[in-house]
T-cell receptor, first 111, second 115 residues
Framework: DAKTTQPNSMESNEEEPVHLPCNHSTISGTDYIHWYRQLPSQGPEYVIHGLTSNVNNRMASLAIAEDRKSSTLILHRATLRDAAVYYCILKGYNYGQNFVFGPGTRLSVLP | SAVISQKPSRDICQRGTSLTIQCQVDSQVTMMFWYRQQPGQSLTLIATANQGSEATYESGFVIDKFPISRPNLTFSTLTVSNMSPEDSSIYLC????????????FGPGTRLTVT
């Protein structure tokens, strides 16, 4: 499985933007970049995914480097509810049908 | 999208006993996944369950310890057998993720404590 590297933890102030980085230098051309998050005492939930172009949805934005070896999840205005573990996951046709979770980044949001 | 429910939400069990966890999905799905999340750790896939066939187990997990049933396209059970304190974890059911762009949906998890 292609691996991703994320910082163990990050901290943000409420209502400020948050940039969560992910390195995936061994990504292949057909791998999608997925982001999931796990709120306390809940199962993981989908945040966003992309292949090559930057993506926006109601939850976040995903900025993908031109060489695709890194990406950044952007939360435009962090709220206390965004405190969670964020997982950056690569998924391609060679990885079967499930996601392989790394340790993720634990985001703390300060009021 | 898919909505997944799990029963029980939590349980405290004695060493040597077994617990069966149920997973119900609100739509028909081909593949269901069972994950384990040990305290303070990330998720680890236990097995993949297809309807009508034997579950496929990941390295380190065996059928005798974690038997899985998949009687139809909306339901699955995972049994944790002959439990020890090391089995204390959150067990999560998941569906979806078809193809490299597909979303995956997770249940709320079953928090198991073995004493």
């Amino acid at each position: 499985d292609a691996k991703t590297t994320q910082p163990n933890s990050m901290e943000s102030n409420e209502e400020e933007p948050v940039h969560l980085p992910c390195n995936h230098s061994t990504i292949s051309g057909t791998d999608y970049i997925h982001w999931y998050r796990q709120l306390p005492s809940q199962g993981p939930e989908y945040v966003i995914h992309g292949l090559t172009s930057n993506v926006n949805n109601r939850m976040a934005s995903l900025a993908i480097a031109e060489d695709r070896k890194s990406s950044t999840l952007i939360l435009h205005r962090a709220t206390l509810r965004d405190a969670a573990v964020y997982y950056c996951i690569l998924k391609g046709y060679n990885y079967g049908q499930n996601f392989v979770f790394g340790p993720g980044t634990r985001l703390s949001v300060l009021p | 999208s898919a909505v997944i429910s799990q029963k029980p939400s939590r349980d405290i069990c004695q060493r040597g006993t077994s617990l069966t966890i149920q997973c119900q999905v609100d739509s028909q799905v081909t593949m269901m996944f069972w994950y384990r999340q040990q305290p303070g750790q990330s998720l680890t896939l236990i097995a993949t369950a297809n309807q009508g066939s034997e579950a496929t187990y990941e390295s380190g997990f065996v059928i005798d310890k974690f038997p899985i049933s998949r009687p139809n396209l909306t339901f699955s059970t995972l049994t944790v057998s002959n439990m020890s304190p090391e089995d204390s974890s959150i067990y999560l059911c998941s569906v979806g993720g078809q193809g490299s762009a597909g979303e995956q949906y997770f249940g709320p998890g079953t928090r198991l404590t073995v004493t």
